[in-house]
């Protein structure tokens, strides 16, 4: 009945004082929306990321290095340079080996820069033609080298490198250099659904030419990154993965250098960075909720001070301390719980707007929102109480003096 | 037994060389149904007196009780709960809470008792009836004249049904009208049987007193039992000793107007909804 009571003289005094009450809910706000939005996008890139590992092929095994296979951005750390070539040819001819296995391809990456009518930079990947088969890639215009063309400088396209890198919209037969060497646009590849901010190797954004190329491109010699091998039949991924792993680790003299990821693997590894994203993030909205949580303590301080005669007041009237603490943290309370609320009507409408939008497609997840309500709601207790219990033990005499 | 009994009570302020002793063993005893009127000049130690009686402040020395009860050393809890239930506050700026209407500045000292809203504002309803304030209730005290915001600060100080009701200075901000509203209705509440101390400058106002006590630095120097409608002797004295406009008749407010009424027909306050410059007489 009390604490009804209390409810609603807060919600008067919050009225009478709109614009402070909207700052102060500010901090709590933009916290909860923030969270709640992060958190969203973050499901929303987790499904597409299940969705799209549903739809491509169930039957290939990617097979890393162990150091990259931790996260999924494993052509960034090559590029980035400190990388030693694990995998070797040895390594592409064992997979091939392998029961089960109908086919395999390395991926090697042979630079970073490439000049079409403007300059790109994209990974360079050197492939066997049997690429597409494996992975299931169509070509959208003119076709994948064959094998038989390893002699000729051919390049293939991810769509999104092909707008990238030429005005044409179909630069078939424009020319491109690579590290000084020229190749010809053989074809453009359909784009690929990759989930996005999965960090995951896109292939809309790669040029791939063939591996004999390679050696042209980079003196050095292209480095294995990662294989892939197709399976005959889905049912026999796990076994042959195992199979594979232990065939693997026995050439490397037994060390664990290398990791052989199914599918499923390949996309829980996936949503690994997003999860370092998604827990950056909350950080973040966590230092926003206690900074806003100091700014509630803050006005409440202020309220505080100029309501003191009010305080004194009610204290002559006959309010106990207790009261007069129960009062002040109500409203505390309404303040980031009015806060958390309009915190999570933001975030539904962000969401909505960025489903809209943008390629992201988040999924609004509730209990995101409910935590990060319930956390703006203890602090509120807990910052609401340093003012409330000022306002409380304020005795009644002086408090009636104050003006 | 009287219903309030204090016992060399003392009350200092500060500590050191600015020791200021407000209160210096007061001994007083008031019965239930007096009328009392307090006076002195300020700073004689009347409204600490007032706060020392109305648990608003502790008694350095000496006991107070309290329809019976040792109520000198009270919890803060406690002594809230005593003001909330026993007495009845009235103070010279009203002291109403700007935000809150009429009705619910009445209702406040109710709110923090378990009473229900409804039943909390039917009660400050018919208290306001009482003091004439009925039409006023969803007034904000903005809205209303200085009398009759006191007005409502009565219906505040009597809605918990108190046994004492202290009024310190409540016709100090008031011009005469107001003060002959507010004085009327307190006598009114006297005439039912409540017990009234209040605190005035205006000697005047003694014709409504049953009893006067006087201070001076801290002591009582007179307690005189006076007739309802006659000045104090003392404070008479005092009335004509000075100049009868002087200024601080003035300031006081009400002498000249006082005058015209104790004898003859007096209207009754409640049907006078008149503001502060209703204060002209029909």
């Given at each position: 009945?009390?604490?009804?009571?209390?409810?609603?003289?807060?919600?008067?005094?919050?009225?009478?004082s709109?614009?402070?009450?909207?700052?102060?809910?500010?901090?709590?706000?933009?916290?909860?929306?923030?969270?709640?939005?992060?958190?969203?996008?973050?499901?929303?890139?987790?499904?597409?990321?299940?969705?799209?590992?549903?739809?491509?092929?169930?039957?290939?095994?990617?097979?890393?290095?162990?150091?990259?296979?931790?996260?999924?951005?494993?052509?960034?750390?090559?590029?980035?340079?400190?990388?030693?070539?694990?995998?070797?040819?040895?390594?592409?001819?064992?997979?091939?080996?392998?029961?089960?296995?109908?086919?395999?391809?390395?991926?090697?990456?042979?630079?970073?820069?490439?000049?079409?009518?403007?300059?790109?930079?994209?990974?360079?990947?050197?492939?066997?033609?049997?690429?597409p088969?494996?992975?299931?890639?169509?070509?959208?215009?003119?076709?994948?080298?064959?094998?038989?063309?390893?002699?000729?400088?051919?390049?293939?396209?991810?769509?999104?490198?092909?707008?990238?890198?030429?005005?044409?919209?179909?630069?078939?037969?424009?020319?491109?250099?690579?590290?000084?060497?020229?190749?010809?646009?053989?074809?453009?590849?359909?784009?690929?659904?990759?989930?996005?901010?999965?960090?995951?190797?896109?292939?809309?954004?790669?040029?791939?030419?063939?591996?004999?190329?390679?050696?042209?491109?980079?003196?050095?010699?292209?480095?294995?990154?990662?294989?892939?091998?197709?399976?005959?039949?889905?049912?026999?991924v796990?076994?042959?993965?195992?199979?594979?792993?232990?065939?693997l680790?026995?050439?490397?003299?037994?060390?664990?250098?290398?990791?052989?990821?199914?599918?499923?693997?390949?996309?829980?590894k996936?949503?690994?960075?997003?999860?370092l994203?998604?827990?950056?993030?909350v950080?973040?909205?966590?230092?926003?909720?206690?900074?806003?949580?100091?700014g509630?303590?803050?006005?409440?301080?202020?309220?505080?001070?100029?309501?003191?005669?009010?305080?004194?007041?009610?204290?002559?009237?006959?309010?106990?301390?207790?009261?007069?603490?129960?009062?002040?943290?109500?409203?505390?309370?309404?303040?980031?719980?009015?806060?958390?609320?309009?915190?999570?009507?933001?975030?539904?409408?962000?969401?909505?707007?960025?489903?809209?939008?943008?390629?992201?497609?988040?999924?609004?997840?509730?209990?995101?929102?409910?935590?990060?309500?319930?956390?703006?709601?203890?602090?509120?207790?807990?910052f609401?109480?340093?003012?409330?219990?000022?306002?409380?033990?304020?005795?009644?005499?002086?408090?009636?003096?104050?003006? | 037994?009287?219903?309030?009994?204090?016992?060399?009570?003392?009350?200092?302020?500060?500590?050191?060389?600015?020791?200021?002793?407000?209160?210096?063993?007061?001994?007083?005893?008031?019965?239930?149904?007096?009328?009392?009127?307090?006076?002195?000049?300020?700073?004689?130690?009347?409204?600490?007196?007032?706060?020392?009686?109305?648990?608003?402040?502790?008694?350095?020395?000496?006991?107070?009780?309290?329809?019976?009860?040792?109520?000198?050393?009270?919890?803060?809890?406690?002594?809230?709960?005593?003001?909330?239930?026993?007495?009845?506050?009235?103070?010279?700026?009203?002291n109403?809470?700007?935000?809150?209407?009429?009705?619910?500045?009445?209702?406040?000292?109710?709110?923090?008792?378990?009473?229900?809203?409804?039943?909390?504002?039917?009660?400050?309803?018919?208290?306001?009836?009482?003091?004439?304030?009925?039409?006023?209730?969803?007034?904000?005290?903005?809205?209303?004249?200085?009398?009759?915001?006191q007005?409502?600060?009565?219906?505040?100080?009597?809605?918990?049904?108190?046994?004492?009701?202290?009024?310190?200075?409540?016709?100090?901000?008031?011009?005469?009208?107001?003060?002959?509203?507010?004085?009327?209705?307190?006598?009114?509440?006297?005439?039912?049987?409540n017990?009234?101390?209040?605190?005035?400058?205006?000697?005047?106002?003694?014709?409504?007193?049953?009893?006067?006590?006087?201070m001076?630095?801290?002591?009582?120097?007179?307690?005189?039992?006076?007739?309802?409608?006659?000045?104090?002797?003392?404070?008479?004295?005092?009335?004509?000793?000075?100049?009868?406009?002087?200024?601080?008749?003035?300031?006081?407010?009400?002498?000249?107007?006082?005058?015209?009424?104790?004898?003859?027909?007096?209207p009754?306050?409640?049907?006078?909804?008149?503001?502060?410059?209703?204060?002209?007489?029909?």
């Open positions: 009945m009390r604490a009804l009571g209390n409810v609603t003289a807060a919600l008067k005094i919050m009225r009478s709109r614009t402070r009450s909207l700052f102060t809910m500010l901090g709590v706000i933009i916290a909860v929306a923030a969270v709640t939005t992060v958190v969203s996008i973050g499901d929303g890139v987790k499904q597409s990321i299940l969705l799209q590992a549903n739809k491509s092929a169930k039957n290939v095994l990617t097979i890393r290095p162990a150091s990259l296979s931790d996260t999924s951005d494993g052509l960034n750390k090559i590029n980035g340079g400190g990388s030693i070539g694990v995998l070797t040819a040895e390594d592409l001819k064992t997979v091939a080996k392998q029961p089960h296995v109908t086919s395999a391809v390395s991926l090697s990456v042979a630079g970073n820069t490439a000049q079409g009518d403007y300059e790109y930079k994209g990974p360079v990947v050197s492939v066997d033609g049997d690429l088969a494996v992975v299931n890639y169509s070509v959208a215009y003119g076709a994948f080298f064959a094998d038989t063309d390893a002699a000729n400088n051919v390049a293939v396209l991810g769509a999104k490198a092909a707008s990238a890198l030429y005005n044409a919209n179909v630069p078939l037969g424009h020319s491109l250099t690579i590290n000084g060497q020229e190749f010809i646009i053989g074809g453009i590849l359909n784009s690929v659904p990759v989930a996005p901010l999965s960090g995951g190797f896109d292939a809309n954004n790669t040029i791939f030419i063939p591996k004999s190329a390679a050696a042209s491109v980079a003196p050095a010699g292209a480095v294995i990154y990662q294989i892939l091998a197709k399976i005959d039949d889905a049912k026999n796990e076994s042959t993965a195992k199979k594979m792993q232990s065939n680790s026995k050439e490397h003299g037994g060390q664990e250098m290398i990791k052989v990821l199914t599918p499923s693997e390949l996309a829980t996936q949503t690994v960075t997003l999860g994203l998604a827990k950056l993030t950080a973040a909205a966590a230092i926003t909720l206690l900074v806003s949580g100091i509630i303590m803050n006005v409440m301080l202020v309220s505080v001070s100029e309501r003191m005669h009010e305080i004194g007041i009610r204290k002559a009237v006959g309010a106990t301390n207790r009261q007069i603490l129960g009062q002040f943290i109500t409203e505390a309370v309404m303040l980031s719980v009015i806060g958390s609320i309009l915190g999570v009507i933001l975030a539904a409408f962000g969401c909505f707007l960025l489903g809209v939008f943008s390629d992201l497609h988040p999924h609004f997840n509730w209990a995101a929102a409910g935590l990060s309500c319930l956390a703006a709601c203890g602090l509120g207790i807990l609401g109480v340093i003012p409330a219990a000022r306002a409380a033990r304020k005795d009644p005499i002086s408090a009636l003096r104050s003006q | 037994m009287a219903l309030i009994e204090l016992k060399d009570v003392s009350k200092l302020y500060g500590f050191g060389d600015a020791t200021t002793l407000a209160l210096d063993e007061v001994s007083v005893s008031i019965e239930k149904g007096e009328f009392i009127a307090i006076m002195g000049a300020s700073g004689c130690g009347k409204s600490t007196l007032m706060n020392v009686m109305g648990l608003l402040d502790r008694p350095t020395n000496g006991t107070y009780t309290l329809s019976g009860k040792r109520v000198d050393r009270l919890r803060p809890t406690r002594a809230a709960k005593l003001r909330r239930d026993t007495l009845g506050f009235i103070f010279q700026n009203f109403l809470l700007p935000k809150l209407t009429v009705i619910e500045n009445v209702a406040l000292p109710l709110s923090y008792t378990n009473m229900s809203t409804t039943r909390r504002l039917k009660t400050a309803s018919s208290m306001l009836e009482r003091v004439g304030m009925q039409s006023r209730e969803y007034f904000l005290p903005s809205q209303l004249s200085g009398g009759q915001i007005c409502a600060a009565i219906a505040r100080a009597l809605v918990n049904n108190p046994s004492v009701v202290l009024a310190d200075e409540p016709t100090g901000n008031l011009d005469s009208a107001g003060s002959r509203l507010i004085m009327e209705l307190l006598s009114e509440l006297h005439k039912v049987g017990t009234i101390i209040f605190v005035t400058h205006n000697p005047e106002l003694t014709r409504y007193a049953t009893r006067v006590i006087y001076h630095d801290g002591q009582i120097i007179q307690d005189e039992q006076t007739e309802i409608g006659q000045v104090a002797k003392t404070a008479k004295a005092q009335l004509y000793s000075r100049g009868r406009l002087s200024e601080e008749d003035d300031m006081a407010g009400v002498s000249t107007l006082m005058k015209a009424f104790p004898t003859a027909e007096q009754k306050p409640v049907a006078k909804k008149r503001g502060r410059r209703g204060g002209k007489k029909k």
